[in-house]
């Protein structure tokens, strides 16, 4: 369904990824593992089109190559971002509202809904984002990026600088949005978690895919974990 092929992404002069190919299938999560400055995020960004790439980005038998960020977001891919980078002055329901811009029909009531997943987001929702924790933010971040109703969801290192406990609570909503049937690419550094609950995985290093396979064929290469432990 979504298909990387050959793609090289440039910042500037510099080559991030070398030529790697993707596959997510419909109804699937595939995870992109790999340690700091393996090329994931350059990755995920090449697919939403906002740095300069070579290769080619298919979604549903379509080439997105040509097409604007805007465009690539009407055609269902959505993001939640690293960092989350939620928008923090404005309140949690507007963060919600702003994430749900191109699918305003039925949009409060797909709020109401997150707030009765999320009972935490609901009882903040007059609240500005920036004040919530971590992990607070980290759900409103997928809550937003699910409000334009995507056909695939990139989740970039969700479970980035959360405490054990909270990073849990949130694989455990990547679960949840799993059995829902959402297409997921998940980003992650945290592999045994990531391994868990994805269909296939790919191991990123240094902008080339160094493995990929069924989660416990990967989870069992050592060579591969230490990597990403930094443990060699
Ligand atoms: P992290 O988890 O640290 O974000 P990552 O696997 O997502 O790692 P990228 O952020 O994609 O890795 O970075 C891949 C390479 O591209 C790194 O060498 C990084 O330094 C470089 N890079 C990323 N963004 C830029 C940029 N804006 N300008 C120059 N180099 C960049």
Redesign the pocket.
């Given at each position: 369904m979504l298909r990387v092929r050959n793609l090289r992404v440039y910042?500037?002069i510099?080559e991030?990824v070398h030529g790697i190919n993707i596959e997510v299938p419909l109804g699937k999560c595939v995870a992109l593992l790999?340690p700091?400055?393996?090329?994931?995020?350059?990755?995920i960004s090449a697919i939403t089109g906002v740095v300069k790439s070579e290769g080619s980005v298919s979604f549903e038998d379509r080439n997105l190559s040509s097409l604007s960020v805007e465009d690539r977001i009407k055609a269902g891919i959505s993001v939640s971002p690293?960092g989350r980078r939620v928008f923090a002055n404005l309140t949690v329901e507007e963060n919600l509202v702003l994430g749900g811009a191109l699918k305003p029909k039925c949009r409060s009531d797909r709020i109401a809904e997150w707030f009765k997943t999320f009972p935490i987001l609901g009882e903040r929702r007059a609240q500005p984002a920036g004040t919530l924790s971590g992990g607070e933010q980290q759900m409103l971040a997928i809550a937003r990026a699910l409000m334009n109703e995507p056909k695939i969801l990139l989740l970039d290192?969700p479970s980035l600088g959360l405490a054990p406990k909270i990073a849990s609570q949130i694989f455990e909503m990547i679960k949840n949005l799993k059995q829902e049937n959402i297409t997921i690419l998940l980003?992650e550094?945290n592999a045994t978690q990531a391994l868990k609950l994805s269909d296939y995985a790919y191991f990123?290093n240094n902008?080339h895919i160094l493995a990929e396979g069924k989660p416990e064929e990967l989870g069992g290469r050592e060579d591969l974990m230490a990597e990403l432990t930094g443990i060699t």
């Open positions: 910042h500037g510099i991030a790999g700091n400055g393996a090329g994931k995020t350059s990755t690293e290192e980003v550094q990123l902008g």
